[in-house]
């Protein structure tokens, strides 16, 4: 029989907050307002902690156990594979963070013109004890023009690339995560910017998309409160986190804004 | 007189944890424990936060502010900087990240031969009130070997480079943060790999490391503790933070151990 | 009506090699050996050449025309896309490009625990005139121990993750270019590595790989010529490039080594 | 004394364009127009040819090679280091890469408040016999306002950063390559946008850039082709490659265009 080395005994009195894998690409399947199911692909990293009295993990365990389900990631599934984990790895709490890109089909303003759009998401998912804590992110990349130039100038306005990011933590209803969709985290960050992006716009729908941010500007600072003061309002949500960012077209570094709810 | 449209108020009542320019590209003047000091390139982010009844901030403040200094960014600046942008932007709060490589010149270990080192660093520092906290942080790469692998095979050992990330906060004296060098906290690490990196080996330089390394097999989470061990000891250092992660040569995808203290 | 800027005439005299949309991401799918068809995501751009006549391309045709094929990028849809991209623009010449991560499934060497590997694949493609150029790319990750690290050390060898990274030029047959399979650039590149990467390895098999490696050192030059070697005597294939990179145990660097044939 | 196993002969009898060292990060001295020398941070590959008698290539001597220079990586050493290469490993051919952050101080248009601002530069020389080949790259971020958003709306024009990489090959002068100097590669490809970007603008820079935007429309075709226009009469050049890319800011994927002349 081949020894175990990672069973033996350690001796520092040190316990571990996580070991395991990263960096794991894997193709999977999450939930899809509209469809029902959206297959893509992961980044995974899988966790345990690892109590002082024991030497090593066992790796191999985590890609079996996410074998075992088929790449199936859902909110329904996470919980199964957090037990499973902490099962076969003989530990209090286990941990899964993904990231993938979600793809929707989004419609041009005028013409109607269809195309995919992808947002990249995130799921961060703990068990400690028997407590699921459900953390979904996702980016929405937004068109921002700014007031300030908006306003001192006689003509135009300096616009750009911005990009949103949402997490809310879900509150627990009888001990599941409550269901946030994707869909309406990108539709809510998409009414905060100055106008949506788009896959696919004709030449009538870039009219319609130019004139529409020229009359919505909005900072980064702008941005985060209008999503801030909506998320405030969500019952399903315990805890959020937003941050915007603009890729200046006037310079060569971005400008941020940052909240977090209720500030830890 | 061009109209201030970020000091006009703002009724939506939320406040921002920070508003601020990142992803900004810098040469900077950093302490060096050999040479005294060392010029790098930083990639920086400046903030401070924004109470509920301001619109928005003034961004080209950051920038002058940082002029200022010319990029001289020690342990010794950094607080008058952060003050700077409390005062200059009406804050309660402000805040710095930046993260460089910082260079040191190694020597092999039979042949002396000689070369440049690159260590990826980041300074994270906040001003609250008067309060400075101070973060550093230094990713060592390290070479590691197997302990299982090294046990099981009849000979050989699957080794591969790793990555200690050791992240430590300051204990403050008099108000200033104990100071820690980038020096120690890279010989710490390499410590607790199975062998350290060098810039340039030679033949017997190679026979040396090869062997040095397979006589101190380490896992993932032994690099950790190790690290980790030192530290607990450190009385300068208040919270600490240590990330291995291991870039492995017989799978896709990596494996990581980590661990914070005290745990928060 | 609106007007149509990009159909006005150019006076500059300048033609453009390539104009079009890039650092789009799309869901695919893509031909598989064993499954027919597997669906990923890619990174694709698309482009044809500009007359030195014309001001501008009409950038919203590229989408139009992908959305057409839903995303069906296969040796065999790829000349239609190619021939619609040029009819559409009125161009001598179009171009796609696309990198996509492709998975397989892979069983270990002893236990035969099975798991999916991820594989970073690439069609560049380009129709000039009636003619398809297509050039299929596939990065394969392999376990690398040094010859000279295990010859002049008394016990062990540094290794460490390489990746090998093949581009092969298709024979048109008929005017169809001839299928080669990514599996089969996969199998090739690991077979001329030390040892293949697995997604899921149980402790005899860890033991397996570990001393397959040491009994199969190789240089970068050794991969590089090996795979090489193969390739010339493959009647498919009218030019192919090969390069290798090895992520070094030992130093903070990489090295790596390639080869071009025939060399233009 | 220790074997020499790179040195032993290869029956395979393929020979190798390149064999070297990459991803080494090194502080490095590059010329500077106003200040005469600039010290930066890059990121370089060197190699040689490989002769198909010859099993490996000995990488140590590169590191060697570039570590008594000390860095210093201008068009005057650049020969010499090549050379010395060439010589040291034994090759007729020898390769040098390099990409580094270059940094120029801007003065505000309106204010004329400085700052500093990066650019992305990169070497590739070669020496192919006694023939050295060089090729200076730089990469200029630009505000590109949209010619046809502007004029089929009532009002604002869609713009964003763009981004201009101009490649140029040195026409040799008593075996020396002509100098073109990186300062005179940004200014024109900031001549070919519709604005430049800044480090620093105050609000009367912000309003004078805005409107000098709204007055210069141009596509990514019109980027490359202005550059190009430019670039053939240089008498100093023999060969450029010029690309433009624009983060679109209604779009979430990019746009771009390429000219190389003379086309190869």
Chains 1, 2, 3, 4 share one sequence.
């Not at 894998?21 to 029902?36: I, K």
């Not at 400008?255 to 500030?263: I, L």
């Amino acid at each position: 029989m081949i020894v175990d080395v990672q069973s033996r005994p350690d001796v520092r009195g040190i316990a571990l907050d996580q070991v395991g894998v990263t960096d794991l690409r894997y193709p999977v399947t999450v939930l899809d307002r509209e469809h029902e199911k959206q297959q893509t692909i992961a980044q995974i990293s899988l966790s345990v902690n690892l109590p002082r009295e024991f030497k090593g993990t066992h790796m191999s365990r985590f890609i079996e156990v996410l074998n075992e389900h088929r790449g199936e990631l859902t909110a329904r599934t996470v919980k199964t594979i957090l037990e499973q984990l902490k099962h076969k790895l003989n530990a209090e709490c286990s941990h899964l963070e993904m990231r993938f890109p979600y793809f929707l089909e989004r419609r041009a303003p005028q013409s109607g013109a269809c195309g995919f759009m992808d947002y990249e998401c995130s799921f961060v998912a703990e068990l400690n004890g028997g407590m699921l804590d459900f953390v979904l992110g996702v980016q929405v990349p937004v068109t921002t023009l700014c007031p300030c130039s908006k306003e001192i100038s006689d003509y135009g306005a300096h616009n750009q690339r911005g990009m949103i990011t949402v997490e809310v933590r879900s509150v627990l209803v009888n001990g599941h995560p409550s269901v946030v969709w994707i869909e309406e985290l990108v539709e809510l960050a998409e009414r905060c910017g100055s106008a949506p992006l788009y896959p696919l716009l004709k030449r009538e729908d870039e009219r319609y998309v130019t004139m529409q941010a020229y009359e919505n500007p909005v900072f980064v600072e702008d941005m985060v409160r209008n999503v801030a003061a909506e998320l405030q309002r969500d019952q399903r949500v315990s805890w959020f986190r937003v941050h915007a960012r603009n890729y200046e077209s006037i310079h060569n570094h971005n400008v941020f804004a940052t909240c977090e709810w209720p500030n830890q």
